[in-house]
């Protein structure tokens, strides 16, 4: 799965008077919004996350600052920097994410397939890893 991650460079209109960039669900989001939500004022050292989707689908942004997105398919991990506002890191379902590295001020915006469900989450890279596996959890 690590694989189908992807980061997508968002339009970006230039202008003096301060510039503008924005997405659209079939054009740089490869899946229907059902919920936005943001992390913000995450203290120095924080990480947030830790947790992989058996359903949801995501797209993360830094609208703010910077943080590093780790990702890890249960065999291979890999970092992602974000920080530009024209940037976006598409996550599918079953890749475990770490947010680390809140720069001061920063502002992660995250898009969802699918509206919040307790269920839909895995809080145990051990369940992750058996789940990945093909074993029951």
Same mark, same amino acid.
């Given at each position: 799965? %690590?694989?189908k991650v992807c980061l997508k460079q968002l339009p970006k209109i230039e202008d003096e008077r &301060?510039?503008?960039? =924005? =997405?659209?669900n079939k054009n740089? *989001?490869? @899946?229907k919004i059902e919920r936005?939500?943001?992390i913000y004022d995450v203290p120095g050292g924080a %990480?947030? &996350?830790?947790?992989? =989707?058996?359903?949801?689908n995501e797209f993360i942004i830094a609208l703010s &600052?910077? =943080?590093?997105? %780790?990702? +890890?398919?249960? *065999?291979t991990e890999q970092r992602f920097n974000l +920080?530009?506002? @024209? +940037? &976006?890191?598409?996550?599918p379902n079953m890749v475990w994410r770490t947010l680390a590295n809140f720069s001061t001020n920063s502002l992660a915006l995250i898009v969802s397939s699918i509206a919040f469900d307790k269920k839909d989450y895995i809080t +145990? @890279?051990?369940d992750f890893k058996k789940l990945k596996d093909g074993f029951q959890v």
């Open positions: 799965m %690590i694989d &301060g510039n503008l960039s =924005f =997405f659209e740089q *989001i490869p @899946f936005a939500y943001w %990480i947030r &996350g830790s947790h992989a =989707f058996k359903e949801s &600052g910077s =943080f590093d997105v %780790i990702l +890890n398919d249960g *065999i +920080n530009t506002s @024209f +940037n &976006g890191l598409y996550v +145990n @890279f051990t």
